[in-house]
């Protein structure tokens, strides 16, 4: 910019020091120096404007091009975090699966030591039963064997020992249905503590998914983390897209000025070496 305003300064010298009066410079050769420097000036004022125009650009095109860089930074960081929020998705739903399978699971296990506890209480009765005929059997022996000695001695022995293991059948059975019962009681904690942890899995799926059932208004499914993380991608990516067309139409309209300027540029040259050649074929005449 300076180099052509002290261009222009030289030509306007030259052009002042052609209008004084001079012996040998004719009135024509006078018009046709005063045309060639108003060319001059012309052709200087239009490589000025496109200088300008492409100074601007230049600049333009600098801040889009920082503008991209950080787009493509957020694309980037955007499309991360949405596969993040895909394997979250995947962890939070392998969690709720194998909840409610435990959830099933211990249901059955519950079931399963209600049933054995049933079946401990329906054999203590009958262990319980047993014993007492054994019992009365054992003091009806030993009353008909203190009335009739003839009555074997081994049989009262073995009727004493068939109480005996009776009871002791029962004491064991009765300790049996003690753990089944704690068994039970633990299974309906572990039962009751696996439920909770289905609900929360459950919970915290939708939470991130969105996917409620039953279904909930469009406003709830928008605040889930999948969908905030999607759209912030989706704005990235858009963001991005935008950044890089106003980049790209920046360029081409700087190379297009650049062109024009370099023509303006060769012109200005070229008239001014005309001028300067006709003002010295002026001076020699």
């Not at 980037?76 to 998705?89: E, S, W």
């Amino acid at each position: 910019m300076n180099q052509q305003t002290h261009q222009t300064n030289n030509v306007m010298a030259l052009l002042k020091e052609l209008i004084k009066p001079r012996y040998g410079i004719t009135e024509r050769k006078k018009a046709e120096l005063d045309g060639l420097t108003i060319q001059v000036l012309d052709a200087q004022i239009e490589v000025q404007q496109l200088q300008a125009i492409v100074d601007s650009l230049t600049e333009k095109a600098a801040n889009f091009a920082g503008y991209l860089t950080l787009a493509a930074n957020n694309k980037t960081l955007a499309f991360n975090n949405r596969n993040l929020t895909d394997d979250l998705v995947q962890k939070a739903k392998e969690l709720l699966d194998s909840s409610k399978l435990a959830l099933g699971q211990m249901g059955q296990a519950n079931t399963s030591t209600k049933s054995v506890a049933s079946q401990i209480k329906a054999v203590i009765d009958q262990l319980i039963y047993s014993a007492e005929i054994i019992n009365k059997l054992a003091v009806l022996v030993l009353r008909n064997k203190a009335l009739n000695p003839l009555i074997s001695d081994e049989l009262v022995s073995l009727i004493g020992i068939a109480g005996n293991d009776a009871n002791n059948a029962v004491a064991v059975t009765l300790v049996a249905l003690k753990s089944a019962f704690a068994s039970q009681s633990a299974n309906m904690e572990a039962e009751a503590a696996a439920e909770l942890e289905a609900e929360q899995s459950l919970h915290l799926y939708n939470l991130i998914t969105g996917t409620y059932n039953p279904p909930v208004d469009d406003e709830t499914r928008k605040t889930s983390l999948l969908t905030l993380i999607n759209t912030a991608y989706d704005t990235a990516k858009s963001n991005y897209e935008l950044a890089d067309e106003a980049n790209t139409r920046t360029l081409m309209q700087l190379n297009l000025a650049s062109a024009d300027l370099r023509k303006a540029q060769v012109k200005l040259q070229s008239l001014q070496a005309g001028l300067a050649a006709a003002t010295a074929a002026a001076l020699a005449s």
